[in-house]
């Protein structure tokens, strides 16, 4: 509609997945407001369940991105991180059942955070299975975290986007009802 929109409204509405990213770092005081906004993020009762890693090495990257293509069967070579220079790993507290929803909103809040700010992001799934391999125990070890009550929610990579953001979709038909 042509109603005004503020920065929030307009960050909503033009965000776009990007699967195309500059061989190009993303500065850290980037990265560290884009996991601001993360943390800022609404979660069950108040606790605050989820937390965030920030992966920028190369290689460790490119390890994630290995296996996340074996989990999703595709062939040999594919990146399924799209040669983004961050993964920003999303883990949940499995303790209260809750940590789907809780870091749901938080890879929400890093996708808008990491558009407003004139970078691309995109939410690659198979975070939990990644974490459930050899590589996970490495992260976890890394962290210093337990497995046995955290698990992987989605891994939100970021970067510059490469060449013009995709055009957004037709909204589907039929998706809201008024009970007046």
Excluded at 62 to 85: K, M, R
Excluded at 128 to 137: F, N
């Amino acid at each position: 509609g042509d109603f005004y929109m503020n920065e929030v409204m307009k960050a909503l509405l033009e965000r776009r997945t990007i699967r195309q990213y500059e061989d190009k770092a993303v500065p850290a005081e980037l990265i560290e407001q884009i996991v601001e906004a993360g943390l800022y993020a609404p979660s069950s009762m108040g606790k605050q369940n989820s937390k965030i890693v920030v992966i920028t090495d190369k290689e460790l990257i490119h390890e994630l991105s290995v296996v996340n293509n074996e989990i999703g069967g595709w062939a040999e070579g594919n990146d399924p991180f799209y040669g983004a220079p961050v993964v920003l790993l999303v883990l949940g507290y499995t303790g209260l059942g809750k940590q789907k929803y809780d870091g749901s909103v938080v890879m929400e809040n890093l996708m808008l955070a990491a558009h407003s700010l004139g970078l691309g992001s995109c939410w690659v799934h198979r975070a939990k299975e990644e974490l459930e391999k050899p590589v996970g125990k490495k992260i976890f070890d890394k962290i210093g975290l337990s497995a046995d009550e955290w698990e992987g929610i989605g891994n939100c990579i970021i970067g510059y986007p490469k060449g013009e953001a995709p055009k957004a979709a037709a909204r589907k038909e039929d998706r809201v009802y008024h009970i007046d």
